[in-house]
């Protein structure tokens, strides 16, 4: 009886365990684009996806601070992804969404293109970024590359057949001394607006 209690607790053991390691080899995350190109952040990193509304102005703020917006009493500075990185538009677009995101208990809104969808990936689809990745940001801010194979059935498929998304590393692209002034200021005027 004591063995076969032993082999239950066993079996169940084994079964989280295999769980934990299918959980671990998946990782999720929100899909968008800026100027025709595919990035993501993990969900992990997102608190909130907007639709984009108007931005108040800041006066003196960075170039790429759009300014800010009020979000149920939190007070979000909305980043320009565009002007961040000193991209040269290939095509006009209208930011359609804002991503929340929190770091260093700031609130931080991101305009994105278009956010596309949550996708789960494995988590060895993700590759060192290359050296020589043609990709419009610099490469401090990036995490890596997912790199998705769109047919696998096809068996004579190519390099051309995957997808590419450039993975973003949030937290690093908003922890900057620029946005850190940015929210001090907003902190002094208002010290009640970023509590929760």
Known sequence: MAEDMQQIVASVAQQSQSEEQ????TMQLIVFTLDGEEYAVPITDINEILTSQEVTTMPNAPAFVSGIINVRGTIAVVIDLEKRFGLQRENQAVSEHIILTEVDKSTFGVLVDQVLEVLTVPKDSVKTTPELLSTKINAEYMSGVVVLDEDKTNESK??????LIVLLNLPKLLQTDELLTVTTAIDSISPSANSV
């Open 22 to 25: 299918s959980q671990i080899e």
């Open 158 to 163: 190519t390099s051309e057949d995957s997808r």
